[in-house]
């Protein structure tokens, strides 16, 4: 295993350069695996089970926010060592746990039966993959190795997707196809896992004594993820229960290029959400002020040039790829990527709360948004078909990004922590 080694961990020259690209390249790997699985189904299965793959993905997305706890931004941030590895690890277990049973039941009450339960629920054990690498690699990312955990999400992700996407191809069954995606990519997280925390010592224990105060901590930034994910596929939500599998596809195929954004985001963000962490702790406003003004006018940017991109080249591009028609979509794609941007602002809003310390507000406006989701998505979606569920989702998005801007705004200026 010394040649797997060498290839995760490398040398110890540019490790913040390396850090930056590798992320880059497992945001990406990461950000796609969803749009070339659809396609893949899409492609070889047709829309109706395009339609059901769609669904099952996003509904296991959604819970994937449970399983991780959205902890780990929280984790790479507790630049005072406020919580053990140990703690980070035996937490995650409960929340995979949790995540599992509640999708379960979530599924059941839903009248999930059949191929879209058992394709659902595997996909959710793939999740519990993602949730348990994921606090494997955020203490990777804490010590300074983002390089390594980055090449391990890559590996593992475009693997699991590969072997995916040569099943379906092969047995044109979801089931099977889901299964080798789960099964290949718990084998994958063991190789990887064994061979980096066997070579670095970074040992862990059960530790069950400051679980329950790490989870109440962490609890608005989970819940907050949690509706969050239920915010973006609520419109897929409605889409199921109200008009047809073929324009469940025909959505998710024009919304997929939203998430190009958010993804442009991560890039810009998580690379310095230790930085973060460390300036808010050492109490040098001015400097994390900078940092973050920085960030999100490239966020911006990233969105303007997205923008103009997908409104001259989105709609014939996607329609090569997924062979369906979309020009009359158009206004609606355009319209997506902008509130995509805003999206992007969110992720980044809560990433800025969870540094300061002020996850709370994170749970208070997403609260706000599903209040106006819940009213008002499926009665638009029935006048105005998908093109009511993008106007309810940019609407919820926006929301919650001036919830964000009040709080961040009025922490820094008239917050207890010194100016430098």
């Not at 930056?20 to 990461?30: D, K, R, T």
């Not at 035996?90 to 058992?118: D, H, P």
């Not at 989970?222 to 324009?247: R, W």
């Not at 103009?308 to 989105?314: F, K, P, S, T, Y």
Request: net charge positive; glycine share 6%.
């Amino acid at each position: 295993m010394n040649w797997l080694v060498k290839l995760l961990a490398g040398n110890d020259k540019d490790i913040g350069k390396k850090s930056v690209i590798w992320n880059v390249v497992a945001s990406l790997i990461y950000s796609f695996q969803s749009a070339i699985l659809l396609l893949v189904v899409t492609r070889v299965g047709g829309l109706f089970t395009a339609g059901v793959f769609s669904i099952a993905y996003s509904v296991s997305q959604m819970f994937a926010s449970v399983g991780s706890y959205s902890m780990r931004d929280y984790q790479a941030s507790d630049a005072s060592g406020q919580y053990s590895f140990s703690t980070y690890k035996t937490s995650r277990y409960v929340t995979i746990a949790i995540m599992l049973v509640t999708c379960l039941v979530y599924s059941l009450f839903n009248g999930y039966r059949g191929e879209k339960l058992i394709v659902l629920m595997t996909l959710s054990l793939y999740r519990a993959v993602d949730g348990y690498d994921d606090v494997m690699q955020g203490e990777l990312q804490k010590r300074g190795r983002l390089d390594i955990a980055s090449k391990m999400l890559a590996i593992r992700i475009f693997m699991a997707s590969l072997i995916f996407s040569i099943v379906f191809i092969i047995t044109r069954n979801l089931i099977v196809s889901s299964v080798c995606l789960t099964v290949s990519a718990i084998a994958f997280s063991a190789i990887l896992n064994y061979t980096i925390f066997r070579y670095y010592d970074i040992r862990s224990t059960l530790e069950f004594k400051k679980i329950l105060s790490l989870l109440a901590a962490c609890l608005p930034i989970c819940a907050g993820a949690f509706l969050y994910n239920y915010l973006v596929n609520s419109p897929k939500y409605a889409i199921d229960a109200i008009l047809s599998e073929d324009m469940q596809t025909i959505f998710n195929i024009i919304f997929m290029p939203v998430f190009v954004i958010n993804m442009f985001g991560s890039f810009i963000f998580k690379p310095y959400i230790v930085q973060m962490g460390v300036l808010w702790e050492s109490d040098k406003k001015k400097k994390l002020v900078g940092l973050l003004m920085k960030q999100m006018l490239m966020i911006a940017a990233v969105t303007v040039i997205v923008v103009i991109g997908g409104a001259l080249l989105g709609i014939p591009v996607l329609q090569l790829i997924y062979g369906v028609e979309l020009n009359a979509y158009r206004p609606l794609f355009i319209l997506l990527l902008l509130f995509g941007g805003v999206s992007a602002l969110d992720s980044f809003g809560s990433v800025i709360l969870t540094v300061i310390r002020r996850q709370h507000v994170i749970i208070i406006a997403y609260i706000i948004a599903l209040i106006i989701d819940v009213i008002f998505m499926n009665m638009i979606v029935r006048h105005y078909a998908i093109w009511g569920a993008g106007l309810v989702y940019g609407l919820a998005m926006t929301t919650i990004l001036v919830v964000y801007v009040v709080c961040i705004f009025a922490t820094f200026v008239g917050g207890n922590k010194k100016n430098d």
